[in-house]
Nanobody, 125 residues
Framework: QVQLVESGGGLAQAGESLRLSCTTS????????MAWFRRAPEKEREFVAA????????HYAASVKGRFTISREPVKNTAYLQMNSLKPEDTAVYYC??????????????????WGQGTQVTVSS
């Protein structure tokens, strides 16, 4: 089994930045594509960003493109989400996800095999 642990969430004011990290542990041998999803209060979980194992391909939700950057350290199977110009509507629990499909960087939650417990991000206006 693979365990994912998110960190870096917290409080921010609109316009500020936060950086989320996702570290893996357990049976981490192999290559994983990784992604971030989020769930705002009373809303469905939504895709935020994804990156392939190599880091060569990334994909972003339209709502965060240009403000958020996903990156990773392949050897460590660690992923990051740099969030700039935060908005109150970015308030959500952010989840890290991983899939053994090392070239997948899509938006479908069911394609991801492992999930973290989530970290809260709250942005005030």
């Amino acid at each position: 089994q693979v365990q994912l642990v998110e960190s870096g969430g917290g409080l921010a004011q609109a316009g500020e930045s936060l950086r989320l990290s996702c570290t893996t542990s357990g049976r981490t041998g192999g290559a994983y594509s990784m992604a971030w999803f989020r769930r705002a209060p009373e809303k469905e979980r939504e895709f935020v960003a994804a990156i392939t194992w190599s880091g060569q391909s990334t994909h972003y939700a339209a709502s965060v493109k240009g403000r958020f950057t996903i990156s990773r350290e392949p050897v460590k199977n660690t992923a990051y989400l740099q969030m700039n110009s935060l908005k109150p509507e970015d308030t959500a629990v952010y989840y890290c996800a991983a899939t053994r499909q090392e070239t997948y960087y899509g938006t479908q939650a069911y394609e991801y095999d492992y999930w973290g417990q989530g970290t809260q991000v709250t942005v005030s206006s």
